[in-house]
């Protein structure tokens, strides 16, 4: 299939939701945007990487696949089905939307080297969100408090806690303090210190995981009843495209030069030099 032209594009947006698409102009830092957005979203974070295509919330389309291969890897085979799939070019898109960390050193280098790339040619934003927070994002709990888990390997956890902000219909998580890696041990004592007994809800793709930490907690004598875990989806992209068309509402975008990963965790080079995190 050919190239797909800007007019065609926008042609096919006109066809598929009734209205001609308004948001055609070179993004200016700190602007927000307002319109119909078309989105393209990708998570490069975990083996289980996703690439997704939205108009505003609404997910036009997503494809992923899970297998021990690098997401890295992979994710061109699935960028070329999935504009295919849809009839569009990348210079249709308005905003991309990319996983900017915690995860796989590797699939975060690639994923931000492609939208850094793409970001620039087109002149459009970048919004960069936390994997952790699009997992908090699909909680279907109403809690106040959402504590976001994702394997870290190695024996560790990611997690962050974020709290429930404004009206429901916001859609808002804030971050509280810092996104963390840290091993089941020491997110259980996490727990223990800020006392969440209830108010609070675990989410995560991965409910195993979580279920060493709660067993933990009752071998120490604390009941872990009380602290709800829903298991979440680990396909991500949907969910990012959805986080960044809130950052877009706010203007809370970035572009090419300044988007940047946040590893959470140091790389093996970072520790072998530096040793012990407080050295």
């Given at each position: ?262 590893y959470v965790r140091r790389s093996d080079a970072e520790m072998h030099l530096k040793g012990p995190r407080g050295s």
């Open positions: 299939m050919g190239r797909t032209t800007s007019r065609e594009s926008l042609r096919w947006a006109k066809m598929k939701f009734g209205r001609s698409a308004r948001f055609c102009r070179v993004w200016q830092r700190n602007c927000p945007i307002i319109g119909l957005v078309l989105i393209f979203a990708l998570d490069t974070s975990s083996p289980c990487g996703s690439l997704a295509v939205l108009r505003d919330e609404n997910v036009i389309a997503s494809v992923s696949t899970w297998t021990e291969e690098a997401y890295s890897s992979r994710i061109f085979r699935h960028l070329e089905f999935l504009l295919r799939e849809v009839s569009l070019g990348l210079n249709a898109v308005d905003l991309f939307a990319v996983v900017a960390g915690p995860g796989s050193f590797t699939g975060l280098r690639v994923g931000l080297a492609a939208v850094k790339g793409w970001a620039e040619v087109y002149g459009k934003p970048i919004a960069a969100i936390s994997a952790l927070e699009a997992v908090a994002a699909q909680a279907r709990s109403t809690a106040p408090v959402v504590i976001p888990v994702l394997d870290a390997r190695r024996g560790q956890v990611y997690f962050g806690v974020y709290r429930r902000a404004g009206s429901a219909d916001q859609h808002r998580l804030v971050l509280e303090g810092d996104e963390r890696v840290a091993t089941p041990e020491e997110f259980a004592a996490e727990l223990r210190a800020r006392n969440l007994h209830s108010g609070i809800v675990i989410a995560t793709p991965a409910p195993e995981i979580v279920s060493s930490v709660m067993a933990r907690r009752d071998g120490a004598g604390e009941s872990s009843a009380a602290i709800p875990v829903d298991r979440v989806s680990a396909i991500l992209a949907p969910h990012v495209g959805q986080l960044g068309y809130l950052r877009a509402q706010r203007g809370e975008l970035t572009d090419a030069l300044s988007l940047d990963a946040n």
